[in-house]
């Protein structure tokens, strides 16, 4: 009932920027928070920024002053911005929001979205 589609992975050189996208449709009631993650091969599926709805950010200290997060709440979107990638921020990213369903406003669901390809190489 609720979908979370990601848009704007790629190839990118060391230095450069991509901006990854997200939208969240279906049946939703609210929004809490929406985030973004990644994992790399043979790592485990990192937090690499979240934001809530009352619009607190947060980073994991590698992408600090590099990537920012943001979000529509008029549109159930999230981005993130990211610059002066390097090459170890390759990885499949994805999305992630708590959403409560229109059908069951008493629980909170963790959704994800397909993940998307970001690789950072010259």
């Known amino acids: 009932q609720v979908q979370l589609v990601e848009s704007g992975g790629g190839l990118v050189q060391p230095g450069g920027s991509l901006r990854l996208s997200c939208a969240a449709s279906g049946s939703i009631f609210s929004i809490n928070a929406m985030g973004w993650y990644r994992q790399a091969p043979g790592n485990e599926r990192e937090l690499v920024a979240v934001?809530?709805?009352?619009?607190?950010?947060n980073y994991v200290d590698s992408v600090k002053g590099r990537f920012i997060i943001s979000r529509d709440n008029a549109k159930n979107t999230v981005s993130l911005q990211m610059n002066s990638l390097k090459p170890e921020d390759t990885a499949v990213y994805y999305c992630n929001a708590a959403i409560r369903n229109r059908d069951d406003v008493a629980s909170l669901y963790n959704y994800w979205g397909q993940g998307t390809q970001v690789t950072v190489s010259s």
């Open positions: 934001i809530d709805s009352g619009g607190y950010i």
